[in-house]
């Protein structure tokens, strides 16, 4: 399949996949869910949705994976009601360390900043 067309169905999913999750799922445990970013295979078949949030505590984060384990049938069908394709993603949800190590590494270099 065309790299591009990849490119598109990711960010269709994504902004989809994002509304479905602030607007129609209805659990608490979902506020301040942000969509990171999505990896769809190249046969359009699975979807690695990647979440992050503000409250970082690993109780939190296992919340908000079991809450979105939950609504992954919910999501999927109200995404194939959104987008049209011949094939609609199995989604699987993963949370996304990245921002909270970006974190991390900017504290380090300020650490280092304000030593000198």
Known sequence: MIPSRIKRVEELVKEQVA????????DPR???????????????RNA?????????????????????????????RLLGERIVLRYLPALKFHYDAS?????????????IENEK
Do not use: C, P, W
């Open 30 to 44: 979902l506020d301040f869910v942000t969509v990171s970013s999505i990896h769809v295979a190249k046969d359009l």
């Open 48 to 76: 690695d949705i990647y979440v992050t949030t503000f409250d970082e505590t690993q109780e939190h984060i296992r919340e908000i994976m079991e809450a979105l384990k939950s609504a992954t049938g919910f999501i999927r």
């Open 19 to 26: 509304l479905i999750i602030q607007r129609d799922v209805k």
């Open 99 to 111: 921002f909270k190590q970006a974190n991390r590494i900017d504290e380090i270099l300020h650490q």
